[in-house]
């Protein structure tokens, strides 16, 4: 039975309680990147091991994001939305249990697999119950879970660690996991499964293969020596092989569970690209902030949570803004001024030290979160603006998969070169420390201060050369973030304006 979008009844409560779920999943990416020090410490893990409480959830979610468009058509969006919150609010209460690391990166890998499906349920399910006209408005709406959730996780989870504790950044799931729930349960319409829908095994496995071996090279490489590991260089075989025969079967086979007709449409293939480097931004520059207001800017862990709070301020406001000027101006200039807001905020960072003024880091990374947010809104529209309706639940489910396959790329290639780089920078720093050093003899104002034949010496010009690598490692950092960032650019020439469409668009309401 088709129904007109603007008489789909309980709206409100829907849009509510799809917002609900996209903000919990969204929160959790980075949520524990202020909680991180403490983690470590608790769960008697090292630097390198405690940032795959972060990365083993975001490569489960980007493997169990790509078969979604499937399972929602199997099972019926309705109870497989319903089946995914309430397994995401129990693996978040395990991961707050949790004793050992070990048991962290499963229970966050459970998290991971359960809260991947509620991006693109919630995305094509809002994009369902609004008509064409007012979808900028609820893609504005929407995004304020998908972005607003890793920018304004650090800035929650810093003041729940300095208040209570570090685990109730995973507790504080519980209240809005059980709200979605019971709103989903009570309110949403009825959907129908079809039962007779084979599920496309070998592409999932060699999909998996592929993700989960790059991952784990990313993840594995520094603490390994990369290529001159064995185990290196066979998790970048297993993972190159694995997407190399995804592709192949994707176009080969009869019923992939990703259709490839999705990439004949050229808006949606640009856009797929596009959010794929701006989710390589998008969480690692928050999970670089954390530590580097809490190490190098000596910031208390709740003071460097609101600093990155504005963030999030300015994405909601240029989401708001972005989401009614998308449907009156060409998206596409839109897109062009969030990139270059983007790309100089983050060259800004590159001049930072810890004496930066803490009004000037606000700003800064105010106008970051501005750039992402029209950056991400008329992506949004102008992406799905010519795919047909009965591709947007798999075309939502291949864009939350680009960007957590970004996001999982960022965090890893960011944090793996800051803790290559501040190694090798160390020893480049610390061989002009010699007794050839003018300010090291006798005489110099800091002769006593650092002597190195004193242990309390020593140990004082080992910290600062430390800071000093650390701080030219995150310079290294924003550099290749802006390499990332800037070609988006030239990716907006290939997309076109959309047509505009008929005013009452009908929607199936089973398939709600």
Known sequence: MALPQEHVPHRLIITLCTVG??????????????????MQGSLSAT????TWVLTSYICAAAIMTAPVGWLSARFGRKYLFITCLVGFTIASM????????????????????FGAALVPLSQSTMMDIYPIEKRGQAMAIWGVGVMVGPILGPTLGGYLTEMYNWRYVFYINLPFGVLATLGLL?????????????????????????IGGLQLMLDRGQDQDWFTSTEVIAELVLGSLGVYLFVVHMMTAKKPFIPPSLFKDRNFATGVVVMFAAGTVLVSSSSLMAPWLQTLGNYPVETAGLIMAPRGIGTMAAMMIGGRLASRLDPRKLMALG??????????????????????????????GAGLGLLFIPLQVLAFATLPAQLRTDGASLFSLFRNIGAAIGVSVTSSMLAHNTQALHEEIGGAVTPFNRELQNGGALTHLWDPATRHGAAMLDQVVNQQAQIIAYVDDYKMMIFTTAPMLL???LMRRARPAAKHEPIEVGEL
């Open 339 to 368: 990139i270059v807001l983007l790309v100089w905020s983050i060259w800004d960072m590159t001049a930072w030290t810890p004496d930066v003024a803490q009004w000037r880091i606000m700003a800064i990374i105010t106008i970051q």
């Open 21 to 38: 779920a996209t903000l919990m999943q969204a929160l959790d990416q980075t949520i524990a990147n202020v909680a991180l020090p403490y």
């Open 94 to 113: 395990m991961c707050g249990a949790a004793q050992s690391l070990v048991q962290m990166v499963v229970f966050r890998v459970v998290q991971g697999v």
């Open 491 to 493: 990716l907006l020439l």
């Open 186 to 210: 009570f309110f949403m319409p009825r959907s129908h499964p079809n039962f007779n829908m084979r599920f496309d095994w070998i592409g999932f496995a060699v999909l998996s293969l592929g």
């Open 47 to 50: 630097y390198d091991e405690i």
